[in-house]
Structure formats: structure tokens, C-alpha cells
């Protein structure tokens, strides 16, 4: 019932619509320069409805108190009923507002629940008294619509029959009673009324009522309570009801008062990593160093999750500050996934592709089983008669060995030192300064690499002297993929990476 009420509603209103775009459709010229009592005779007249439509438009811009009493009749005309409110709703004379009220008593059915919709439009409080005999009627149409015009005129004499409906009326009408005490609550909190509006939201919330109107009515009155919300917004925090605690957080971001940062901040520590994530995006962007502080003391959190969140609150930060975790353990290839039987060994806290004995019949990559978007990569690495490179934002090539992405390029020879190419797929894309890598790189030794990823700018360092500063200009190439170890097709080598670590980026 309480759907078909609202529908009714709903199809006055739109009715209304669709035949004045009807209107429009034949004529879009306005009723003209015709003066407010040639309009009226139109309505007086035997004259089409369409005439009479366009005369009720040209009374809507520019109709006073002579109107009124030839639009009176046609509300009780289906075809022109809705251009009768829509100028009487607009003619700013108090008898206007006086004659939609007096139509109650004398419409039924869309009819009536029209002129009921007018009366709301207008705020007319001297409908009240009729307002609130039609909420007890027979017609649960006429009631819905009751009120919600009640909710819009919001006088103390409308928030009472509220607040009666709201705990008298049936189960059918009791969230339209529960609808109207939200809109009224809102308009008196407009008006400054604040303590009346706190107390509606209090009554909907205790209310039998559906959940997600009691959740409104809970973020609306902790909004109305501004930095007074402080206890309620930490009781339902720390409640683990779900819901309550999206709302109350959602609300809390439209009160940017210091005390609810604050607060929002001291709980930020303490909470799980779920409610950690709910926090940290309710405290972006608000002001004051609380909030910050509170963030970045995240960044390099245990947890996954809660260290995105934190970096994406927070903007850039100094590479050190970033937390890295191992992509490999130094003893299982736990994570990976690869040849690791001919190709690639553990040894000495390392991968190991190639060998020194045999020749490399192809190219080998061993992959990280998941993939990564953004993010700082560091690890050690050596060539020994070899040539290898680490893959990132790559791809499995399908029946084959090869995989299809970015590579940080090594060799033994010093030559692609600090290069970026792209494997199986355009080939160089940037050769590194062969003259400022042989003063850092360490030709079969250890050298350190670090490859940066963020959005379309990579960025390759080996011993932190920079070799690449690349933007991505195509963009049909993936932002994401799985991150490889090399070990290129050739004479017998070896490719060594340990220390493998990486940090998120959002």
C-alpha cells in the first residue's frame, strides 16, 4: 500500500507533465502579451482545453488575486486540473493558497491528491486542520499525499499531526508519516530550528519504521547536532553495526567541525583495518593538522588495505616513508610461478635463472602470481656472463615462454644497464647513458635496482642514479601486470635477484 500510495502521488504529478508537453508540443509559443483579464475570459469561454492550457501558463507567469476564482472551477477537470494548480501554486496572492486549501473538502481521488501536492507546494498552514482529517481518512492516497504536504509546511501545528501519525497511523502509512517528519525536520532546520528538527530525527529513529529510513534519520540528526554528534558518532564507531557505522561516518563528513576530527582521529589507532579504511577516507581533505597526522602515521601500516588508503589520502610522500613487504622469502618460490626446475634455483637467498654448465635454450621468466598497478620496486640484482632484466606490468604470452611488458634491462656487459624495454612488444624505449652507469654499475656484482610505477610515469634507478624518467604516451598498454625475473636464451649465465621488496601505490 505504501508503494501504490507514493506511486499515486507520483502519477498526478506526472500526468501533469506529460500533458504539458503535449502543450508544448503544439505550441511553443507562450500565451503572448495577452493581459491577465483576457486570460481569464479565455478560461471563462467555451474555448479548446488547449487555449484554455496556454491561458493557465500565461496566469502561472504573470496571474494576481482576478485569477483566482476562474481557475477554481477547472481543478475539478481532469485534462486541465494541473495547469489550474500549477498557476494557482504560482500566483503569490494568499487567496490562491486559500482556494487549493478550501478544493480539499470538494476533490477525491488524483483530483484530490493534486490539489493536496499544491497545497505542500504553497506551505499553506492554514490546510493543516484539513491536512490532518485526511491523514485519518479512508483514502490511503489522499493520506500519503497529506502527509507529505504536512512535512513541507512544517508549522507546529503540522509537526504535531507528524509526530501523532508517526506512532498512531497504520503500518501502511507509517513511512510516509516517517518520510514527511525527514523533509519537515529538514525545512525547520533551514530556519534555524534546530532543537525541534533533532527532536523529529529522534522520533523517526525509535519509530517502527523501515531500516533505511532510521538510518536517515540517524545521519540527519547527527548533522543537525554538529560537534554534539561526538558521542553518538563513537558509540556507533565502536557498535559494529555496519550500516550505522557507514552512516555516521558518512555524516560526519558533512561536519567539519575540529571536535569531530578530532575524535575521529583518536579513533583511528584503535580501530580494525575495515573501520581504519572508513576513517581515513572520512578525514581526507578535512582541515587541520589532526587529521593528517592521524593518516600518515598509516602509510607504512601492516596491512595492505589500510596503507592505500592512507597514501591515497595523503598524496606523494618520500619514497623511504613507503612500507616494503617481500614479493620472495629467500628460500621457497612461494608467490611465483615459472620453470623452477631447469630454469630458475634458490641459492644463497636468491633466485637463480640459468646455470653456468649448459646453454640457455630460450627465454625464461619466472612471474609473480598476482599482479601489481602502482607501486616502488627495489631489489638486488647480477649478471654473470648473462643477460637478464626484472618485468613489470607484464603478461604471460600465451603457448609460449615470453612474457609481453616493460623490463629494467641488466647485462654483464654493462650495455643495457638502466634501460627500459619493452619485451616482446616495441622493443627499447629508452637506453640509459651507458657513460653514467659504468661509473655506478658493478659488472658481476650486486647492483641495487629500483623501479617506480605511478599512472603513466615510470621511472628506473640502478646505485640511485636515475636512468630513466619515462611518460607512457599510448594508452592502449596495460597500467597493470605481474612483475618477472629474466634469464635470456644464450651461452651458459647466470641471472641472480634477491632482497626482492615492493611498495603499493595507490
Not at 503572448?32 to 481569464?40: D, F, K, Q, R, Y
Not at 580494525?272 to 587529521?291: D, K, M, S
Not at 636512468?467 to 635470456?488: A, F, K, L, M
Amino acid at each position: 500500500m505504501i508503494t501504490r500510495s507514493r506511486t499515486a502521488i507520483a502519477l498526478s504529478i506526472s500526468m501533469c507533465l506529460m500533458i504539458a508537453g503535449s502543450v508544448v508540443a503544439q505550441n511553443t509559443a507562450p500565451a503572448g502579451s495577452a493581459t491577465v483579464p483576457e486570460l481569464i475570459a479565455v478560461l471563462r469561454s467555451d474555448a479548446a482545453a488547449f487555449d484554455k492550457a496556454k491561458a493557465c501558463q500565461g496566469l502561472a507567469a504573470r496571474g494576481d488575486a482576478r485569477a483566482v476564482a476562474a481557475l477554481v472551477p477547472l481543478l475539478a477537470e481532469e485534462e486541465l486540473a494541473c495547469y489550474a494548480r500549477s498557476a494557482l501554486e504560482a500566483i503569490a496572492d494568499p487567496s490562491a493558497g486559500a482556494a487549493l486549501v478550501e478544493a480539499l473538502g470538494q476533490l477525491r481521488g488524483g483530483l484530490l491528491v493534486g490539489a493536496i501536492n499544491s497545497v505542500g507546494a504553497r506551505r499553506e498552514a492554514r490546510g493543516v486542520d484539513i491536512l490532518s482529517k485526511l491523514v485519518t481518512g479512508d483514502d490511503p492516497e489522499a493520506a500519503a499525499a497529506a502527509l507529505a504536504a504536512l512535512g513541507r509546511i512544517g508549522t507546529p501545528e503540522a509537526v504535531r499531526v507528524l509526530r501523532r501519525a508517526l506512532e498512531q497511523a497504520p503500518s501502511r502509512l507509517r513511512a510516509e508519516a516517517a518520510d514527511a517528519c525527514l523533509v519537515c525536520g529538514d525545512a525547520l532546520l533551514d530556519r534555524g530550528d534546530r532543537g525541534e528538527a533533532v527532536g523529529l530525527y529522534r522520533r523517526v529513529r525509535a519509530a517502527r519504521v523501515p531500516e533505511h529510513i532510521r538510518l536517515a534519520a540517524l545521519g540527519r540528526q547527527m548533522v543537525a547536532l554538529g560537534p554534539r554528534c561526538v558521542p553518538i558518532l563513537l558509540r556507533h564507531l565502536r557498535s559494529g553495526d555496519t550500516p550505522e557505522r557507514t552512516i555516521a561516518l558518512r555524516a560526519a563528513r558533512d561536519i567539519p567541525d575540529p571536535e569531530v576530527t578530532r575524535a575521529l582521529a583518536r579513533e583511528l589507532p584503535s580501530a580494525g583495518p575495515a573501520l581504519q579504511v572508513q576513517l581515513i577516507e572520512a578525514l581526507a581533505g578535512r582541515e587541520g593538522e589532526a587529521a593528517r597526522s592521524a593518516i600518515e602515521r598509516l602509510i607504512a601500516d601492516d596491512v595492505r588495505e589500510v596503507r592505500l588508503a592512507a597514501l591515497r589520502a595523503v598524496g606523494p610522500v618520500d619514497v623511504d616513508r613507503l612500507r616494503f613487504v617481500p614479493l620472495f622469502d629467500g628460500r621457497t618460490f612461494e608467490g611465483w610461478e615459472g620453470d623452477t626446475v631447469g630454469s630458475f634455483r634458490v641459492e644463497d637467498g636468491a633466485i637463480v635463472g640459468g646455470n653456468l654448465n649448459t646453454p640457455i635454450p630460450r627465454n625464461e621468466f619466472l612471474c609473480t602470481t598476482r599482479t601489481y598497478a602502482n607501486f616502488v620496486l627495489r631489489l638486488e640484482c647480477k649478471a654473470v656472463s648473462a643477460n637478464g632484466g626484472i618485468q613489470f606490468r607484464s603478461q604471460r604470452v600465451p603457448g609460449s615462454s615470453e612474457v609481453s611488458g616493460y623490463q629494467a634491462d641488466m647485462d654483464s656487459s654493462g650495455t643495457y644497464w638502466g634501460c627500459l624495454y619493452d619485451e616482446s612488444r616495441r622493443g627499447m624505449l629508452v637506453q640509459a647513458d651507458p657513460a653514467a652507469t659504468s661509473k655506478v654499475v658493478k659488472l658481476d656484482d650486486w647492483n641495487h635496482y629500483e623501479i617506480r610505477c605511478e599512472g603513466n610515469h615510470i621511472q628506473l634507478l640502478v646505485n640511485d642514479l636515475r636512468t630513466v624518467d619515462y611518460v607512457e604516451s599510448d594508452p592502449t598498454i596495460p597500467r597493470s601486470g605481474v612483475i618477472g625475473v629474466q634469464v635470456h636464451a644464450g651461452p651458459a649465465s647466470e641471472t641472480w635477484y634477491r632482497n626482492i621488496r615492493i611498495a603499493e601505490l595507490p
